[in-house]
T-cell receptor, first 113, second 111 residues
Framework: DTAVSQTPKYLVTQMGNDKSIKCEQN?????MYWYKQDSKKFLKIMFS???????INETVPNRFSPKSPDKAHLNLHINSLELGDSAVYFC????????????FGPGTRLTVT | RKEVEQDPGPFNVPEGATVAFNCTYS??????FFWYRQDCRKEPKLLMS???SGNEDGRFTAQLNRASQYISLLIRDSKLSDSATYLC????????????FGAGTRLFVKA
């Protein structure tokens, strides 16, 4: 069984469009995250949610809006996509906030043309 | 200065070699430390946590020096399957944690 799943795996879209990425974890974890990994492979945290509440919002443009309908889901909506948004976006979860291991989803490779 | 810095790569080693990766962190409020492994075009996966007393898992040994704010990972008897990027990860803060990933060190193990 997949622990952390993301859809879609690949997303190709044009500048200015709005798109969403979905994430689900079946581990019963309280905390979920979104990370961005750019072309230089640097993995940077974007958001952290604990029990459906936003805990960390790094310096991310407000075009990015996470939404957590329940503890098992954390979706990412991106408005007015820009070329610089092209990256791999990883969802992750951990048992609680500040806990040890984070489990990552397979990633969504977003390409903005 | 970056919050978490790692050895620049790539490391190219023959099978059976011993290789060591270093990582330094700048925030003294760092609480917990890990090594993750990321294969090409895959997600990061936890390799091992790093404890103050040092810890070993098979061919892998991790060490932490809080005074020097330094973490290391030693891989003995390298296998071809060890080829990957190794990410140093630090959790900073108390109560409200922030996870910082290093940029990673690429390892190539060759036959």
């Amino acid at each position: 069984d997949t622990a952390v799943s993301q859809t879609p795996k690949y997303l190709v879209t044009q500048m200015g469009n709005d798109k969403s990425i979905k994430c689900e974890q079946n581990l019963g974890h309280d905390t979920m995250y979104w990370y961005k990994q750019d072309s230089k492979k640097f993995l940077k945290i974007m958001f952290s949610y604990n029990n459906k509440e936003l805990i960390i919002n790094e310096t991310v443009p407000n075009r990015f809006s996470p939404k957590s309908p329940d503890k098992a889901h954390l979706n990412l909506h991106i408005n007015s996509l820009e070329l610089g948004d092209s990256a791999v976006y990883f969802c992750a979860s951990s048992q609680d906030f500040g806990a040890s291991e984070q489990y990552f989803g397979p990633g969504t490779r977003l390409t903005v043309t | 200065r970056k919050e978490v810095e790692q050895d620049p790569g790539p490391f190219n080693v023959p099978e059976g070699a011993t290789v060591a990766f270093n990582c330094t962190y700048s925030n003294s409020a760092s609480q917990s430390f890990f090594w993750y492994r990321q294969d090409c075009r895959k997600e990061p996966k936890l390799l091992m946590s790093v404890y103050s007393s040092g810890n070993e898992d098979g061919r892998f040994t991790a060490q932490l020096n809080r005074a020097s704010q330094y973490i290391s990972l030693l891989i003995r008897d390298s296998k071809l399957s060890d080829s990957a990027t190794y990410l140093c990860v630090v959790n900073i803060g108390t109560g409200g944690f922030k996870t910082i990933f290093g940029a990673g060190t690429r390892l190539f193990v060759k036959a």
